[in-house]
């Protein structure tokens, strides 16, 4: 089992910035799509942004210019940059790894799916 262990969540006003972290206690995110996700207080999950193993970026379009997601593999560890921040950007932020590994010298594969804990940020107006 591999944990994902989130920091960097606060409180911060409007227009300031923060930086999230998540270390994964293993080696995978060279085989792993990385995505952060968010959930406002009532309402649903929100994919926030992917990073894929080959480097590709996609953010959703309330955060494009402002965030920036990043991995550095010998660290094992995923950012997320989140500039200008909004009082609309609060919400519990989860780091989501997911992939495909071969488990055997037959080649067999199976997919995984981890979970950050969840960090809070507060962006007050």
């Known amino acids: 089992q591999v944990q994902l262990v989130e920091s960097g969540g606060g409180k911060v006003q409007s227009g300031g910035s923060l930086r999230l972290s998540c270390t994964a206690s293993?080696?995978?995110?060279?085989?792993?799509?990385l995505a952060w996700y968010r959930q406002a207080p009532g309402k649903g999950r929100e994919l926030v942004a992917t990073?894929?193993?080959?480097?590709?970026?996609n953010y959703a379009e309330s955060v494009k210019g402002r965030f920036t997601i990043s991995r550095d593999h010998a660290k094992n560890t995923m950012y997320l940059q989140m500039n200008s921040l909004k009082p609309e950007d609060t919400a519990e932020y989860s780091c989501n790894a997911k992939g495909v590994r071969v488990v055997n010298v037959e080649g067999a594969k199976v997919d995984f799916e981890y979970w950050g804990q969840g960090t809070q940020v507060i962006v007050s107006s």
């Open positions: 293993r080696s995978i995110f060279s085989i792993s799509t």
């Open positions: 990073i894929s193993s080959g480097g590709s970026t």
